[in-house]
């Protein structure tokens, strides 16, 4: 479980004193944003951060490398496995009806939030043909034993609104406090049919040897590897949700959202709640990390020696990419450009460079612009595009995209090398 987890961490900060739920976690988290923090008193409960905030420790964890895993990832989001199904699980040993989100330590981050938000929980669903959805979204406490929950235009949403128009209700289970390779899948974009379990399953037997295990719980299966568990159903009425931090480090805006009614909890033995920073490292991992095997795979289809991507921590990884390629024909570097704006459509600048060139290095990639790019020639712009609705910048989520061809022209390769001992 997370205890253990973070016990395996050296650089893990251990916070004994006690520290309040609102805004104070969010300092600590802040002064620490590379380093795992364990937050010992949080009105009287366990609390951890940062947990997953570094490529180095997420790959550790999953016994790959920062370069190999991109492939891991990608490996597991092609060939989805089963999963495991079995009795019992540890959070099984404390179930509750006996209970108030509102005496839970769910943290208010930043001062302008509309209140206490769920940020690192994943919803589980199962749709009338069997199919089992499980994906991120932020919820904003609003009671004892109500939240609004955030649904953007995808599949919980598409099952929420069956349900909806029918003036009936969606069962979930709602699960916080999960290891890495669940976290990863659950913010995968996969086609609707596709379950994120399975892709989890599958990320588990290629790190560890195993499939997950999991448990049905009124007939919806949640991994056995959760510290909180809640049976709740999201019912047609929509309520204010925001204002809320994004992964930008900016304030999103109030929408009408879904109600969520929550009924039963349960909860490992010393529970771990995982308190996830927006805006923070940790956000920028989990959420991009799973789009760079698909801007991968897109450059791959026009640019055969595709060497590596990284969506940049500047970019809030989300916004900004570096590809590294090698470029067989003049051309190339511009097509790959376009393919990475195709693999992930929130994507607002790519720079692409040769394989010498260290994309895990920023001083390496601007070395790379300013050496071997000129604007005049090297500059893509795609103006009015369809971007991220994240963006602040965005007029109503069209953005104008631009990529950097860093790449040296294949008739004066030479004149660009660097020079080395």
């Known amino acids: 479980m997370l205890k253990e987890i973070l016990g395996r961490f050296e650089d893990t900060v251990v916070v004994k004193e006690p520290v309040s739920k609102e805004l104070e976690i969010t300092r600590y988290l802040l002064k620490h944003r590379n380093r795992p923090v364990l937050f010992e008193n949080v009105n009287g409960w366990t609390v951890a951060g940062n947990i997953w905030s570094t490529r180095e420790r997420i790959a550790g964890f999953l016994n790959t490398s920062r370069e190999e895993l991109i492939h891991l990832i990608a490996e597991a989001m ?18 509750t009806e006996d209970f108030s989100l509102l005496e839970l330590p769910i943290p208010k981050y930043y001062p302008k939030d509309g209140g206490p938000y769920f940020t690192s929980a994943m919803v589980i669903a199962k749709d009338e043909n069997g199919f089992t959805n499980m994906s991120f979204h932020r919820m904003m406490v609003r009671d004892e034993k109500t939240v609004a929950i955030r649904l953007v235009p995808r599949h919980l949403y598409a099952m929420w609104r069956d349900k909806a128009e029918h003036g009936e209700e969606l069962e979930v289970r709602i699960v916080v406090g999960n290891p890495v390779h669940l976290l990863l899948t659950g913010a995968t974009s996969v086609a609707y049919g596709v379950s ?36 709740a159903r999201i019912t047609p009425e929509l309520v204010d949700e925001g204002p809320f931090v994004d992964i930008t480090g900016t304030y999103d805006y109030v929408r009408k959202q879904p109600l969520v009614v929550f009924e039963k909890m ?3 033995d010393e529970p771990v709640f995982h308190a996830l920073l927006p805006g923070g490292y940790e956000h920028y991992m989990l959420m991009g990390l799973p789009k760079e095997p698909q801007i991968y795979a897109s450059v791959k289809r026009v640019v055969p020696k595709v060497h590596g991507v990284r969506l940049t921590e500047g970019g809030a990884m989300w916004l900004h990419a570096v590809v590294s390629i090698t470029k067989q024909h003049d051309g190339d570097g511009k097509n790959a ?8 459509p929130s994507l607002k ?18 070395w790379a612009i300013a050496t071997r790019f000129q604007a005049d020639k090297d500059l893509v712009i795609v103006p009015n595009a369809r971007g991220s609705s994240l963006d602040p910048s965005a007029e109503k989520s069209l953005t104008a995209k631009w990529g950097i061809d860093a790449t040296k022209p294949l008739d004066r390769k030479e004149e660009f090398e660097r020079a080395r001992l």
Do not use: C, Q, W
Not at 78 to 95: C, D, G, I, L, Q
Not at 198 to 225: C, H, T
């Open 78 to 95: 092609e060939n989805p496995s089963p999963y495991r199904t079995v009795e019992n699980a540890p959070f099984m040993k404390n179930p």
């Open 196 to 231: 994120e379990l399975e892709i989890a399953s599958k990320l588990s037997e290629l790190a560890f040897g195993r499939p997950i295990d999991v448990v049905e719980l009124g007939g919806i299966p949640v991994p056995v590897e959760s510290e909180f568990v809640f049976e």
């Open 266 to 268: 349960y909860h490992v």
């Open 337 to 344: 450009i376009l393919a990475a704006f195709a693999g992930h």
């Open 349 to 366: 600048h790519v720079v692409v460079v040769d394989e010498d060139v260290n994309i895990y290095d920023d001083r390496e990639v601007e």
